[in-house]
């Protein structure tokens, strides 16, 4: 099974009230009118989803004269279950690693930032510095180019040693800087963490 296949397929199933339809439709077929009629809702608002369900193969349909009745496609439920059984089983250790990961990054940043968010101090060890610097530039928009006055301001919000930090920001590549002006490079390119 695809990865794109099933995130499409769990984004999809990510709304409640498509839960709720596939939650009916497991007791039997129906049709439109019933099922807004059970869930409250408008028709059109039902067949948005309907189409939603059907475009990942969760829900089928048969006309009966001029009705038309939704059927739950179990076997597409059960595949996808399993698809997602195997991802985790395959990518377990993988994923247990980016967890732990992010635990550790939280404890630098509760370490490293007071309940404010003001920057304490700058880490020594390459790590935790990148945790930080990697912390302060999520506050930054993708795609924007700020002046060096506004990237210095930004900072300043964290920390006074604004330069330090506008340098360390250039030198780890999370950002460039072309004639004063200053954006954020994509995250691929960022300093890697190691463990």
């Known amino acids: 099974m695809q990865l794109d296949k099933l995130v499409a397929f769990y984004k999809t199933m990510g709304d409640p009230t498509r839960v709720r339809i596939v939650s009916l439709l497991a007791k039997g077929p129906l049709h439109g009118q019933a ?13 948005h989803h309907l189409k939603k369900l ?6 089928t349909e048969k ?32 994923m247990e690693n980016m967890v732990e990961a992010s635990l550790e990054k939280q404890k630098i ?41 506004e990237i210095n301001e930004y900072i300043k919000q964290f920390h006074e040693d604004y330069a330090t930090i506008r340098r360390e920001f250039i030198m780890n590549h999370y950002m460039y800087r072309e004639n004063g002006i200053y954006e954020l490079n994509p995250e691929e390119m960022w300093a890697k963490i190691e463990n």
């Open 35 to 47: 099922i807004a009629g059970k869930l409250g809702l408008t028709p059109p608002t039902i067949t």
């Open 54 to 59: 059907r475009d990942i193969s969760v829900v």
């Open 109 to 149: 940043l509760a370490n490293f930032f007071t309940k404010d968010g003001r920057l304490k101090s700058l880490p020594a060890q390459r790590k935790k510095r990148l945790y930080v610097f990697e912390h302060i530039v999520s506050g930054l928009k993708k795609g924007k180019k700020y002046q060096e006055k």
């Open 63 to 94: 006309r009966d004269k001029n009705t038309i009745y939704f059927y739950l496609n179990q076997k597409m439920i059960k595949q996808q279950a399993k698809a997602l059984t195997q991802l985790l089983e395959e990518r377990g250790d993988e």
